[in-house]
């Protein structure tokens, strides 16, 4: 079976559609993270990495998906991979995380919200091509594989909430802080697809599901085509 390594996995929004498109999942991050709904090792994510690949145990695994902490040009800098879990300095861990992931061997993918992330934008995902209630911007880099880029659609009007002190309605929800109209708890399990945690901050961290369903879907369409 198909196999991936979630690092830096909060709460599991992108493990989760990883496991949607057919995947065996397993998880790491520093903070404690009782919601995880697969294995999970606590730890520090890019020292896992490096042990896994040291001692060969990486070679269980089909692809390695990393989401390390935004540095603080982010345009959200809403939470880092700290012993606390949420907040504390941002620091830029994508240079590293790239280099311990090449070494691995094996396909990867690498997400960061929208900003100055150093990262490659092989692949960027909104909320609008799932048809959820969350814009939600996230650019992947891929590594040791490619595919098409799907097609960004037209957003259909405003992420409700305050803005410049101005209150605007919309078909979206802002899944990050709180007051000023952002969406509460429900709200964001709700427009998100994410119903095993009800953490705020998990939460406000979390990726959509459904972008790492399509991405592990056209991993696989991409491994069958390079067998074929």
Not at 121 to 136: A, P, T, Y
């Amino acid at each position: 079976m198909r196999r991936v390594l979630d690092l830096f996995s909060c709460a599991g929004g992108a493990g989760w559609g990883y496991h949607l498109a057919g995947f065996q999942v397993d998880g790491c991050d520093t903070a404690h993270r009782p919601n995880y709904p697969f294995a999970y090792h606590r730890g520090d994510a890019l020292e896992y990495l490096d042990h896994l690949t040291t001692t060969g145990d990486i070679e269980r695994y089909t692809l390695v998906h990393a989401s390390p902490p935004c540095q603080a040009g982010c345009a959200l800098t809403i939470g880092t991979n700290t012993s606390q879990g949420w907040g504390g300095t941002h620091q830029d861990l994508v240079t590293d995380t790239r280099r311990l992931l090449d070494a691995t061997g094996l396909p990867y993918v690498i997400e960061q919200p929208n900003g100055r992330a150093p990262i490659r934008k092989d692949i960027s995902l909104c909320g609008e091509m799932f048809g959820l209630g969350v814009i939600r911007h996230r650019n992947f880099e891929l590594g040791r594989w490619t595919t098409p880029t799907p097609v960004h659609r037209r957003h259909r009007g405003y992420v409700r909430g305050y803005r410049h002190g101005i209150y605007r309605d919309g078909p979206y929800v802002a899944a990050y802080g709180e007051g000023g109209g952002k969406a509460t708890v429900p709200e964001m399990q709700q427009a998100m697809g994410i119903t095993w945690t009800d953490v705020h901050e998990e939460l406000t961290e979390a990726i959509p599901p459904a972008y790492t369903r399509w991405i592990g879907t056209a991993f696989s369409i991409a491994r069958q085509e390079v067998l074929v």
